[in-house]
C-alpha cells in the first residue's frame, strides 16, 4: 500500500457553495500513466457537519491531454458523501489506480448541490500517493 505524499503533488479546493462547483488546479503527470502505476490518486474530504440531509457533494477526477480541455475519466465513478441524520457526513477518502488510457493532466472537480448549506469553509484534497 502507498503511503508517502508530496506536497508539490497535492492540490486542494474550497468546496463550492451550494448548486456550485469547483475544480483544483491541474496535476501534470509529465506522461500519461503507464500500464503499470507506480502511484495512487486520493481524493480526501473533510467531516461536513454543516451538510444537510439528504444533500450531497460529489468530487469527480477528471484527466486532460493538454491541461486545458477537461472531461471526467468513464472508467472511474464518482465520489459521493450525503448528510443523513442531522450529523452531516464523516471524513470520507477514496484511493484509486488511473486506468491506462488516463491522459497527462488530472485535476478533480467537486460538485455541491442546491440547498446542501453552506461548506465554503472545507476543502477537498487531491493527492498522488506513492
Do not use: C, W, Y
Not at 500500500?1 to 508530496?6: E, N
Not at 486520493?42 to 454543516?50: F, G, K, M, N, V
Not at 444537510?52 to 486532460?64: H, I, P
Not at 457526513?89 to 455541491?112: D, E, G, K, Q, Y
Amino acid at each position: 500500500m502507498h503511503s508517502l505524499k508530496d506536497a508539490q503533488l497535492t492540490q486542494s479546493v474550497a468546496l463550492a457553495a451550494a448548486g456550485a462547483s469547483a475544480s483544483t488546479a491541474p496535476l501534470d503527470l509529465s506522461q500519461p500513466p503507464p500500464n503499470e502505476h507506480s502511484f495512487e490518486v486520493e481524493l480526501a474530504l473533510p467531516s461536513l457537519a454543516d451538510l444537510a440531509d439528504g444533500k450531497s457533494v460529489t468530487a469527480t477526477l477528471e484527466d486532460s491531454e493538454d491541461g486545458e480541455s477537461f472531461a471526467a475519466i468513464p472508467e472511474l465513478a464518482a465520489f459521493t458523501v450525503t448528510g443523513s441524520g442531522g450529523n452531516g457526513s464523516n471524513a470520507a477518502t477514496r484511493r484509486v489506480r488511473l486506468p491506462s488510457s488516463a491522459r497527462r493532466h488530472l485535476r478533480a472537480t467537486v460538485a455541491t448541490e442546491a440547498a446542501a448549506g453552506d461548506l465554503t469553509a472545507h476543502k477537498l484534497t487531491l493527492a498522488l500517493v506513492f
